[in-house]
């Protein structure tokens, strides 16, 4: 009876670790860096309706359309397909199933980017 009890465990537990092997998520892709962003600061703040963590750089230059002209391009290089251009000031990139929303602004005078896992809303 015992013997029964303890293969009935390991198969259950054998079957749900197989299951949870086999259902993890691909990690989101790494962001490529260009040499002049400096990481501020990296905040994981719902208030704004996205859960996921948002990444502030330090840009070294004040042309916005200069760095997201070479970051897209970077982009492209690294394997990201650029799915949207929104406004003058973001873009949305995909690599690996995953979108992520790269958004520029001046802030105090200093050209700040913020990198975020873009959530799809309609899931």
Not at 1 to 28: A, D, H, R
Not at 71 to 80: D, K
Not at 93 to 115: E, F, T
Request: hydrophobic letters at 35%.
């Amino acid at each position: 009876m015992k013997k029964e009890k303890l293969l009935v465990i390991l198969v259950i537990v054998f079957i749900f670790s197989g299951c949870s092997y086999n259902s993890k998520p691909e990690k989101f892709p790494e962001m490529p860096m260009i040499e002049n962003m400096k990481l501020e600061v990296t905040k994981d703040d719902e208030t704004l309706g996205n859960p996921e963590p948002i990444t502030t750089y330090v840009v070294e230059s004040n042309n916005m359309q200069a760095f997201l002209h070479d970051y897209e391009q970077r982009l492209i290089n690294e394997g990201w397909k650029i799915v949207e251009r929104r406004q003058e000031n973001v873009i949305i990139a995909r690599k690996n199933d995953y979108n992520a929303a790269i958004i520029a602004y001046i802030d105090n005078g200093k050209l700040k980017v913020d990198i975020r896992k873009e959530t799809d809303k309609s899931e």
